[in-house]
């Protein structure tokens, strides 16, 4: 706007000096009442340039105006006078004209005479002409007029700024109007004179206030040369000042500020002059690094609230007050015009440094158990107690307890927080949400630390400090196997087969291992696959063998308890073959089946194997019954995998194996073609002996023969040496028994050895065996390979958890477990039977294995037990023979006998029916091929029929129930009956007819068929020797009977016939207290008496007669010491029972010469038959080479001597072992209460009398 106003006409101001000017614009002629003397106007053109120019007038069309000279020559900088000449055509008329005056230089006249690249166009100036030819007498045309804005009003504006408005002005009438604006010193016009030809004509109004104040005027519009048609227009302009208001009366107070962090506040500033203000603030050299202003330059509008933000940013613990400044100035209209003056404003900022730290609600977070796979969530409090807002930044530390792996994994975190920075006003808390997604089981610990952050100093952020600790522990669902119970067609299998064969030890190791990432690909809904056989995501396999038996016999039925052991829920499915398949179209399938696809279709189909429940829950700490039956319908062996997937945790392959036999095929059942025995030290002298067994599932004995030639080239191997050595190779097994194989290993070198043994079955199909021992050398391996047997520890629980079906008797413990145990040695535990029902049951324990009954006695071996009643049985083992290992199972024949008498007495009745049957009849004049109707089932036994039997059907009977007819002799050819066609309806008569006789019959009462239960008896023996380098300390434990090793020499024929006749003697309870009473002061007597005393010692001085060396079990293999003695080396052949001394032969007498065991030594020593026996330290040996058991000491009193007679300890034995079994049956029966507190009883004082006798 300004440089076209300012074109040195209108204003005095010229932005750019043109090349040609005209020193007027407008050549007014003003009102020309004589037209024939007309005063010509004079314009003067000057030439700016340094180039001579020429000038051409060109007049317009009617030659009203025109201009002499029309053309002319300018020189350089010179000017030239040109005249304006009007001559109207015709009076009282208007006339107007734009007059143009082209320039250009002389040298461009011809073209030849300029080069193109200094060639311009010609110069243009405009002259306008105005005149009226209106005489006096006439008036003018009356202009009408209206004007776009009958009021101007200008921006207000800086002092000596320019600003601008338009106004139009519209011809509302048909004749022209000439327009002029009078000159003003504020306000100007452009163009200020004019003709308005057209409808409207736009004109600027320039407004240019030289003060600061308002200025109001009005604008003089003068038209077609008379002051009467002047119209005033009201025009309005301001020139203003800077000016700002502050809030807060220029005052800002900041709150308190943490050292090092920044704290913002807001500021306001108002405008309130009429022109936009230009700020910038200004901050002292001093305040640089303690306050910031935001933002720092900028614009105001007119009367705008603007906010600024003000940050503080204290470097020390202490107060400050500082002066920021702010520099206003007046906006101008446009950047070439010139702004106003500028001004100051002070403000006043107060603010003081203070210091904080963070703290805690609550210094643990327990997350609790969380399911790896998911997520927890806990949330925890931080508190600012200072007076000052503060920032913050989280960090976490997270430790794993677990595996390697896990510390290999311990790099991912996994707690996240939903804030890690921020911060926390003063005296106020904040809320941090925790959430940690466990992907291992183990323990989690995090510490979560916070840092303060202080930006703005050179250190960035505090160092860390401890917040809090956060614990969680990541686990997966779990589940173990507490019990299992097997009966049906699995009697027979005790607790320890039945885990081996379901390998449990197995599947709660599995249980309790974490599930690979495969196997938390799918849950149990979304465990499906389109495949026959559905794709195995796991490692865990494992079989479980239900072990055999003949066709049709009762379903095998295995009840595992299982018990939740983890710390969450716990949701389990058994999933079948077709459980995991999606049933497709058929047009889909494709190709054959497979024998093994074909065999689990019917295995599947006739559901030999069943699962219930299937699927279930269990909480924390909850348990459950699981039973799983196998049906023995078709003969062969059967499979089928069996999928245990655990929601959220892992999936352990369970392949269901079971073996049906034919009644007449012998079959022995082999869980595993693989036997390891336990690993036996090279260098052994008495190795252990070890057992494997064999389990007869079929319905017929079963002889076996084991091959022992690969045992053979195995010695022939080890140079002689036999190192696995089978002790019975053959046998008979009986239906549904096991029967047990006793092995030797004797390692030769500290390696593994294997051997694959034949095993031939009559009538059936031979096995092949590997056998694996492995022999170490402990010398080198030391404690790291023990000598404590794993069937001694092992992991079968020894108390019921399971009920079963039909069992009345439940055992507190049902396994026994003696553990190590010395050789000679008696050890003794309880049991109690407990009576569940309400029925009387009696109890007959059996052993398994004839060998079991000479190291085991249980006592009572049978008895009755009352409804809710209980009893204590003992269970005494004896040590002796070769080291062992034993793993015995032990039954007991559970009898009810409320249903025993039931059955007795439906038996008498079904006799006595039997008999009336037989022997009564009646015979009537009716048809004797019909028969009347017979006894029905259920008629009062031993009543009389209402029936009429006929003959045939008494016979019938008869025939029933007597003996098969002989054999008879048949023809050698006999008529064939004629050929009959039969129809349905007679097929059916018949059929309806013999089931109605089936019905009549009374069937012979079945007796109730006894429960088995079994208890497991493990042990482990070792020799002296042995036992007292390996468990010193336990051998102060027991107690060694010397007796054992002499009675092992016995001729065991001698004993079995004892045994047999034992049972035989029978007596009254007052018989066996007479005899008990006699036989205690007989021994009494014996032990006080001096002369009997004196006697033994000379019955031990003679020599040994020389015909009793021949008596049986006296001689014994016997090894030179260097003392003279000898070192007893026991025989292998077996020992008799001598569980009761009453039961050992005259001969066997306690005071006939025998071996004396020593605590401190590991080896038994015994005199040679033709000198009395010795002991340790006790014997006292003269010069003459002989000794005295009984004189060892020459102090000894015969009380003393008697004392060290091994009978008299092994009596002693007895009677503490009678006397604690007593009671503890006397504390079983409630009689005593071995738990109360002992009373004290205060007695008299005895009054000292002197005893005459010298040896009291």
Known sequence: MDLYFNDGYHSDIVHCEPHVSLDAIHADFGRCTDMNNIEPQLVRLTNNTKGKMMVQWMGDETHTFSVTPSS???????????????????????????????????????????????????????????ASTFQSQQQPFLPQISLSSPHLVFPATNQDEASYRTLTVINQGTTPIIYDFPDMETFSVKPKKGMIKSKHETLLVKALPTKTKAYREQLALCMNHEDSFTQVIPVTCTAETAEVLLSNNGEIFFRETCVGTTTSQSYQIKNISRVPLDFRWLIKNQDQGLIKVEPAIGTILPNEFQEHVFSFTPMALEKYVMKPTVIVTAQGQSKQQSAGKPRVFPVRAIGEGASAEVKAEDAYVEFGNVLVGSSSTQVFNICNDGDCEIKFKLSVTQKIEGSSAAQALSANVALTLDCYSGDIPARSKKTIRGVIKPLLRCQYSFEIKYSLLTPELSCKESPPEHLINAFACGVFPLMAVTDARIHGSGIGIGKRQLWSLFQLDSLNMFLDSDPSDRELQYSVQTRNSTRRRPPVFTRAILDCN??????????????????????????????????????????????????????????????????????????????????????????????????????????????????????????????????????????????????????????????????????????????????????????????????????????????????????????????????????????????????????CEGDVPPMQMVTVPGQTVVLSHERISFGNVPLFSKTRKVTFMCNTSEHTISFAWHVTNTGDQKVVNIYPAKGTLQPRGSQMVKVAFTAFGEPAFYDMDMICEITDETEMAKYRRRLRDWERERERQIHEFTITEKDLAQSSAPRSKGSAPGAKSESVLAINSSSAHKDLYSAPPKSKTYKSYKTLPPILDRSVDKDREDAIEAEKMAAAMWPKPVPPKPFLIHLGIVARTHSISTFQEQFFDEFSNFFIDKTLGQTESVDVEDSVADDKQAPDLTCTESESQMLQGVIANVLRSLVDDTSFHQSVTKLTNESTPYFSQFRPGFLMKTEALADGTEEVTHSEKPMVNTSSQKELPVEKSAFSPEAKVEPEHTTTRVSPPNRPASSGKRTHKSRKGKTSPLAGKSKDTPNESVTRIPAFANLVEDVLENTLMNILLESANNEVNITARPRLIALPPRKFTPSKDPKH
């Open 72 to 130: 002319a020559e300018i020189p350089p900088l010179k000017t030239v006078d040109f005249r304006v000449h009007f001559k109207p055509a015709s009076a009282n008329n208007l006339y107007s004209s734009e007059l143009e005056c082209y320039c250009y230089y002389k040298s461009t006249r011809d073209y030849r005479l300029v080069e193109s690249l200094t060639h311009c166009p010609p110069f243009c100036v405009t002259l306008t002409a105005l």
């Open 546 to 791: 239900f072990g055999a038996a003949p066709v049709d016999s009762e379903p095998c039925y295995v009840t595992l308890h299982v018990e939740n052991t983890g710390t969450v829920e716990s949701e389990w499915e058994f999933l079948f073959p077709n459980d995991l398949q999606i049933d497709l179209e058929c047009w889909s399938e494709s190709g054959e089946y497979t024998e093994d696809e074909l065999h689990e279709m019917k295995v599947m189909d006739n559901k030999l194997f069943s699962v219930s429940p299937k699927k279930g829950k269990l909480q924390a700490g909850e348990t459950c019954s699981i039973t799983f039956t196998y049906h023995h319908l078709m003969s062969g062996t059967d499979r089928v995998p069996v999928l245990l997937k655990l929601s959220r945790g892992r999936e352990i392959l369970m392949n269901f194996v079971g073996v049906t036999v034919e009644h007449d095929t012998p079959y022995i059942h082999f869980p595993s073609n693989k036997h390891s025995f336990a690993p036996v030290a090279v260098g052994e002298k008495r190795c252990p002996k070890q057992v494997y067994e064999l389990y007869n599932g079929g319905a017929v004995p079963v002889t076996f023969d084991i091959d022992c030639m690969p045992l053979m080239a195995l010695k022939r191997e080890n140079f002689g040496h036999p190192v696995l050595d089978c002790l019975n190779p053959q046998g008979v097994i009986e239906p549904g028994k096991t029967h047990v194989i006793e092995w030797m290993f004797y390692p030769l070198e500290a390696k593994t050895y294997d051997v694959d043994v034949p095993i031939y079955i009559s009538g059936g199909e031979p096995a092949l065996i590997t056998f694996t021992g492995v022999g170490y050398d402990k010398t080198q391996l030391g404690e790291t390979m023990p000598t404590v047997s794993d069937n």
